[in-house]
């Protein structure tokens, strides 16, 4: 079973749409969850982080942990064209001391105006 | 905004070379982090760095790499002899307390 799993899309949604991407994964000793948005070419730009199950808002945006079905979620509402980017669910892991990103592999997301 | 910084934004090189990579990490940052990621994949952990020795590398970081944190400010990754299949993006990234600020990356071409 792979550590951590994410539907590469691509998704294509109109302008206004709500948006839900998702990750499972497998390692309950995972501390933090993540998700990135990333241009092309740039690199992971942090957008939402939690520590715990639950719904985290910010805006447009919604991170939804269930540490129970080891499963996160991002919502975008109202989407709009400039948030169209690749977004990467990640998580924290500490062994030892010291701690390391696991990302997915990406959801690239389109919104057409 | 604090950032993290990396240049050069794109390093060409022939297969063989060596070559370097210069982040400077956001100012009161301490831990530090070198990632990859090849064209069309996932970003993949290579090395964690606190404390001017590393944490933890993973099975991609061989002898070929090495990290240095040479002065106060900046943090290199380097290659010694380049091969065809380093040819991605390097993306340096810095913690404080809780969560990992990346840099815009490098783009390593090895022809």
């Known amino acids: 079973q792979k550590e951590v799993e994410q539907d590469p899309g691509p998704l294509s949604v109109p302008e206004g749409a709500i948006v839900s991407l998702n990750c499972t994964y497998s390692?309950?000793?995972?501390?933090?969850f993540m998700w990135y948005r990333q241009y092309s070419r740039k690199g992971p730009e942090l957008l939402m982080y939690?520590?715990?199950?639950g719904n985290k808002e910010d805006g447009r945006f919604t991170a939804q942990v269930d540490k129970s079905s080891k499963y996160i979620s991002l919502f975008i509402r109202d989407s709009q064209p400039s948030d169209s980017a690749t977004y990467l669910c990640?998580?924290?892991?500490?062994?030892?001391?010291?701690?390391?990103?696991?990302f997915g592999k990406g959801t690239k997301l389109t919104v057409n105006p | 905004e604090p950032e993290v910084t990396q240049t050069p934004s794109h390093q060409v090189t022939q297969m063989g070379q060596e070559v370097i990579l210069r982040c400077v990490p956001i100012s009161n940052h301490l831990y530090f982090y070198w990632y990859r990621q090849i064209l069309g994949q996932k970003v993949e952990f290579l090395v964690s760095f606190y404390n001017n020795e590393i944490s933890e590398k993973s099975e991609i970081f061989d002898d070929q790499f090495s990290v240095e944190r040479p002065d106060g400010s900046n943090f290199t990754l380097k290659i010694r002899s380049t091969k065809l299949e380093d040819s991605a993006m390097y993306f340096c990234?810095?913690?404080?307390?809780?969560?990992?600020?990346f840099g815009a990356g490098t783009r390593l071409s090895v022809l």
């Open positions: 939690t520590y715990s199950s």
């Open positions: 990640a998580f924290s892991k500490t062994q030892g001391g010291s701690e390391k990103l696991v």
């Open positions: 390692n309950s000793a995972f501390q933090y």
């Open positions: 990234a810095s913690r404080g307390t809780t969560v990992q600020y």
